[in-house]
């Protein structure tokens, strides 16, 4: 059973970068993409972005500017740097993995979730 | 404002049957990509509960099932217990976005 874990600072200036890492662990980070996904306070779900070890990345079209996600294999890791933050990007932030089944086209979801972490923006 | 519109709230009493609607349109829903449910209980992680319209993950009982239909898609939970009481997001693809996309997510409340 494959298990994800968050891990950064809980708080950051406005204007700086947003720096968090996903441990992986029960399972190899290699043939899965892997995604960020953030929940403001009292608010819905957003889609960041997602990796793959041999496809690259995609971002959601609004943060694409500010974005990056990363990956490093030996480690288990992935990780999400969101820059030039503002009090908007405080959000519980999840780190999930995704998996496919071929229906045609092949469709992906969200099939284990970390148990998330709150960064707040904040001076 | 999602791009996947689900109802705020719904509510029921323990043992009735309610239904959670996704409404997409042609760029997502409606041009064949599939609907994936999420159940997140109060103060946790979303959970995948429905996945590729109508499967369940092992562990997930029966009196949840999902369907869609034209642009849309529906949650149906059946023999409602007080421990449903859960926020829940449909998801889907967006070719026009290149993205996935989210519900805004529906309140459900056991009476």
């Known amino acids: 059973q494959v298990q994800l874990q968050e891990s950064g600072p809980g708080l950051v200036k406005p204007s700086e970068t947003l720096s968090l890492t996903c441990t992986v662990s029960?399972?190899?980070?290699?043939?899965?993409?892997w995604s960020w996904i953030r929940q403001p306070p009292g608010k819905g779900l957003e889609w960041i972005g997602y990796i793959h070890y041999r496809v690259s990345t995609k971002y959601t079209s609004s943060l694409k500017s500010r974005v990056t996600i990363s990956l490093d294999t030996s480690k288990n890791q992935f990780s999400l740097k969101l820059s030039s933050v503002t009090a908007a990007d405080t959000a519980v932030y999840y780190c999930?993995?995704?998996?496919?089944?071929?229906?045609?086209?092949?469709?992906?979801?969200?099939?284990?979730w970390g148990q998330g972490t709150l960064v707040t923006v904040s001076s | 404002q999602s791009v996947l519109t689900q109802p705020p709230s719904v509510s029921g009493a323990p043992g009735q049957r309610v239904t959670i609607s996704c409404t997409g349109r042609s760029s997502n829903i409606g041009a064949g990509y599939d609907v994936n449910w999420y159940q997140q209980l109060p103060r946790t992680a979303p959970k995948l509960l429905i996945y590729?319209?109508?499967n369940r993950p092992s562990g997930v009982p029966d009196r949840f099932s999902g369907s869609k239909s034209g642009t849309s898609a529906s949650l149906a939970i059946t023999g409602l217990q007080a421990e449903d009481e859960a926020d829940y997001y449909c998801?889907?693809?967006?070719?026009?976005?290149?993205?996935?996309?989210f519900g805004g997510g529906t309140k459900l409340t056991v009476l």
């Open positions: 590729v319209d109508s």
């Open positions: 999930a993995r995704v998996d496919s089944m071929v229906r045609g086209v092949t469709q992906y979801y969200f099939d284990s």
């Open positions: 998801q889907s693809y967006d070719s026009s976005l290149s993205g996935w996309v």
């Open positions: 029960g399972g190899s980070i290699s043939n899965y993409y």
